[in-house]
């Protein structure tokens, strides 16, 4: 039986499935099936993966990321489960490494791939993810010089673009929360399993390149802001007690309000606006941890990720701001 599988979501991805095939045909290690579920695309992609003899599940409409992933999951036996996006690139090492990096503690629940930008291979994309008091999730590195992200640590949350996941660990917190669709849910999973007493890494030895926002066309697009904005109040929700979003309702209301602000200025309001009122219109739709379950001292533990996340975050604003500055001074 295969160690792993590497599970691929595809919604019209046929732009990028042949690169991410090959290498992953080029890895190091045989010890790993590749499954790609077929989101019901339109584009070709599952005559391509049909007559490239690609294993697929094929599904006959878009399940999102979530729907797609847990589909994947429960359609393989492996002990060990790896999530890849469509438009990424693994090194020749990648699922080793992985492999490697999960063995190490037999109480990781998943471990996080360092992810490059394809544009600029110099620079990080994603170095697993952080959480903030804002209530805000965020990349760590993203945007930073490489270099400066070759040393492994633990980190908040694995990047579901590029991670490796324990099957006995997913058996105990759950799948992926289908009712997200699309967008927050590697957090909401990943939060979900420090309650319960899991943690994650980052392992820089796991490298691929990363297009970015493939599936939804842009970073910022309306159908991407309405399903984040609205994912954003589920995640609250859901994994802190009532005293923890009293304790921290300031700053969540300060998070709301600066989005409120960078949307309007983005042309996206209307669809944040929207996003949010379904979050809060239908909490009755989502199912929070089990705060017993998880204790008292997690709980705490979590906040004290939030508050160290917090000046991350705003570590990493400041020096994205300083760079621009120095570019358009140079310009």
Known sequence: ???????????????????????????????????????????????????????????????????????????????????????TEVFPDFVEALIRGLEAHPRLFAVSARMLQTGDRSRMDDAGDGISLFGWAWQRGNGQPAAEHEKACDIFSACAGAAIYRRAALEETGLFDEAHFAYLEDIDLSWRARLYGWFIRYCPEAKVYHYGSATSGSKYNEFKVHLSARNHIWLMYKNQPDWQLFLNAPWLAAGLIIKACFFTAKGLLPSWLKGTAEGFRDLSRVRRADFARAGIFRVLAVQWQMITGTGGYLRQYAEKLKVSKDLLRRH
């Open 1 to 87: 039986m295969a160690k792993a599988t590497v599970v691929i979501p595809n919604y019209n991805g046929m732009k990028y499935l042949p690169q991410c095939i090959e290498a992953l045909r080029k890895q190091t290690v045989s010890c790993f099936d590749i499954l790609v579920v077929e989101n019901g695309s339109s584009d070709g992609s599952a005559e391509w993966l049909e007559a490239s003899q690609v294993p697929m599940l094929k599904e006959e409409e878009n399940l999102g990321f979530a729907g797609g992933v847990n589909a994947g999951i429960r359609a393989c036996t492996s002990p060990y489960v790896i999530l890849l996006n469509n438009d």
